[in-house]
Each structure stands twice: as structure tokens, then as C-alpha cells.
């Protein structure tokens, strides 16, 4: 799949490339440009921002987990609570 992505994002470099060399006019290019940078920037920062999540609820579950095993083990040395 990622080697499907390369291979698209070159075609699509040569093609734009190709249109720039074909007019004169490069704003349609800049703006593709951008708009490619803008993509892998969002996709780049989803990314960061749910492993951060993932990360803090890996630490919250633990957490969770400790506290009932904690309970269990205060219940269980006297059970007269």
C-alpha cells in the first residue's frame, strides 16, 4: 500500500510538472503544492494527537486497573468495612 502511495504521489509530481511546463501560468502547481503540504501536515498531527490519546488512556486503564485491585485487597485484610 505504501509503495501504491509513493509510486501515485511521483505520477502526480510528474504530472503537475508536466502542466507547468506545458503553461505558463504556475499558480494551478503552487496551489497543488500546498495543498499536498497542508494534507501530509493535518495527517502527521492526527497522527501525534491519537497516540497521545492512546497513551493517556494505556495510563488511565492502569490506573483504573490499581485502584480496584487496591480496593480488593483493603476489603479482603478486613472485611468488617
Known amino acids: 500500500?505504501?509503495?501504491l502511495r509513493l509510486q501515485t504521489r511521483?505520477?502526480?509530481t510528474?504530472?503537475?510538472n508536466n502542466v507547468v511546463a506545458?503553461?505558463?501560468d504556475s499558480k494551478?502547481?503552487?496551489t497543488f503544492q500546498r495543498v499536498d503540504r497542508l494534507s501530509r501536515k493535518l495527517q502527521r498531527r492526527l497522527t501525534q494527537h491519537t497516540m497521545a490519546?492512546?497513551?493517556a488512556m494505556k495510563q488511565y486503564?492502569?490506573?483504573a486497573l490499581n485502584f480496584?485491585?487496591?480496593t480488593l485487597e483493603l476489603v479482603r485484610s478486613s472485611p468488617e468495612v
Open 22 to 24: 506545458n503553461s505558463k
Open 10 to 12: 511521483s505520477f502526480v
Open 53 to 55: 490519546e492512546m497513551k
Open 14 to 16: 510528474t504530472e503537475m
Open 68 to 70: 480496584v485491585l487496591l
Open 28 to 30: 494551478a502547481l503552487q
Open 61 to 63: 486503564s492502569k490506573d
Open 1 to 3: 500500500m505504501q509503495l
